[in-house]
């Protein structure tokens, strides 16, 4: 974004729709009214992307090794050796363009949390990752519950490259009791609910829950754990934890709440969405669901593809999630359920802590892996025998189609809604060039393959 340095000084950056090239830089005075602060004319700079292969469903060009323009954020031009005079060129040893990816689960903080992440610095983040778009959870201070906060978070976001969603809360202050106003979070933008970090646990508010979104066909997003039976858990269940001497979760504090709420679903007709799904059983849940014609879908994180409750051996506290690390065997079968149709998306779960939260006893930290930047090579890693087209399914056609987000394209005269990426290039994830203000990831100073190319 051309306009960083001006990130912790403003409270917008909008694009001006008359005068192209020109960014208004907003702020917020103490009444809480939007102004305009100054203006920034950028220069329109044109892309050529040079060899690269098409993977876009929806394409005419779908499977095809072409160069592509881009001109003021649209593809001027799709063909082979193109030229584009002063034009910025991108390329790469295995380069692919897809349409432009979504993360439909991340946290950035604000407002309350600021010190972990901001919006500014999490939209960073995802763009440096390959998203285009990406729903934040509600799990804010004050919380994403009503219609003024979940636009006061969509105006700090504007005329940023990626956009951002926002998951309005299913339940007031997400305390799982009394239902949050959704028809108005509805309205004023809220792409699907959530209570986030702390799923719902009563059985009597969830159906209260389906059966409003039904009315707007909208849809509810649920982190399968069962705080009943995780309650008091730091790591999976099993051999690993009695080694470990820690207190473990088991698997069916995840299968039982994903069994009660497709029940719920059924019931009502309603949509729900689980997301960090880790275990066998609920797979299986799932998978039989989905014949069974209930309104279901799933997603599963890059951390869960790529690691196992054996990283724990060290108690770092960078490997403590929820929900948490399986053994290799789950692993296997997930990776296994994003071939078979039963897996539809990927969420990273990307949630930042501070220094403080995690440079603790592993009891006492906090839970979370940042993941937007690394997330590509994380799941090439974890599953490298996937085809790049079941990726961009996961990634971009999959969640849009889902969430109801416009459809994207790659077309010549379309919007320039795109992935560049380098399956072969190798790179550093580094502290100097990190987006992200979290710390808590566990391949910093690490060589990854998979590299995105922004443009």
């Known amino acids: 974004m051309p306009v960083g340095f001006v990130k912790n000084k403003c409270t917008a950056i909008v694009p001006c729709d008359r005068f192209p090239g020109l960014i208004i ?15 920034i004319f950028v220069l329109c700079m044109t892309f050529l992307i040079k060899n690269a292969k098409i993977t876009d469903p929806l394409s005419p060009y779908h499977g095809k090794k072409l160069d592509l323009i881009i001109k003021k954020g649209i593809v001027a031009e799709i063909g082979k050796n193109l030229q584009a005079r002063s034009a910025k060129v991108i390329e ?5 363009v897809s349409p432009g990816w979504v993360d439909i689960m991340a946290d950035y903080c604000e407002p309350g949390y600021e010190y972990r992440e901001n919006i500014y610095s999490g939209l960073e983040a995802a763009r440096a990752g390959g998203f285009s778009d990406v729903f934040v959870v509600p799990n804010t201070n004050p919380v994403a519950g009503t219609r003024s906060v979940l636009e006061y978070m969509l105006r700090k976001a504007a005329g940023h490259d990626t956009r951002l969603h926002v998951l309005g809360a299913v339940s007031k202050n997400t305390e799982g009791k009394d239902l949050a106003e959704m028809l108005d979070m509805r309205a004023g933008g809220a792409v699907a609910f959530s209570d986030g970090w702390k799923p719902v646990q009563n059985a009597g508010l969830m159906v209260k829950a389906l059966e409003y979104v039904k ?14 039976l995780a309650e008091g858990g730091l790591v999976n269940e099993g051999e690993t934890s009695v080694r470990l001497g820690m207190s473990g979760i088991p698997n069916i504090a995840e299968s039982l709440i994903v069994h009660r709420d497709i029940e719920l679903a059924k019931y009502t007709g309603s949509r729900i969405h689980f997301s960090g799904i880790t275990t066998a059983e609920s797979l299986n849940l799932v998978k039989k669901a989905k014949k069974d014609k209930v309104n279901v879908t799933c997603s599963v994180t890059p951390y869960h593809l790529a690691f196992t409750e054996e990283q724990l051996k060290n108690y770092n506290s960078v490997y403590k999630v929820e929900p948490p690390l399986r053994t290799e065997q789950e692993r296997k079968q997930l990776v296994r359920a994003l071939s078979d149709g039963t897996i539809d998306c990927i969420a990273t779960h ?3 802590q501070d220094w403080d939260a995690k440079a603790k006893e592993f009891e006492y930290a906090q839970p979370g892996m940042i ?16 085809e790049m087209s079941r990726w961009v399914e996961l990634l971009a056609v999959n969640p849009r189609q889902i969430f109801g987000l416009p459809p994207v394209r790659i077309a010549e ?9 380098d399956r072969k290039a190798k790179w550093v994830f580094d502290k100097e060039h990190k987006k992200s203000a979290g710390v808590n990831s566990p391949w910093t100073g690490r060589e990854l ?4 190319l922004p443009f």
Not at 92 to 96: N, S
Not at 216 to 226: E, K, S
Request: hydrophobic letters at 40%; proline letters at 6%.
């Open 371 to 386: 993941g937007q930047e690394t997330c590509f090579a994380m799941l090439q890693q974890a599953a490298p025998d996937i």
């Open 350 to 352: 990307h949630r930042p």
């Open 413 to 421: 005269q379309e919007a320039a809604t795109l992935t560049v990426l």
């Open 92 to 96: 790469g040893e295995d380069l692919y």
């Open 449 to 452: 393959t998979g590299k995105i």
């Open 215 to 228: 009315a707007f066909n909208g849809i509810i997003i649920q982190v399968p754990i069962l705080a009943a």
């Open 25 to 39: 830089v907003c702020t917020e005075n103490n009444y809480g009214k939007i102004s305009p602060c100054f203006y």
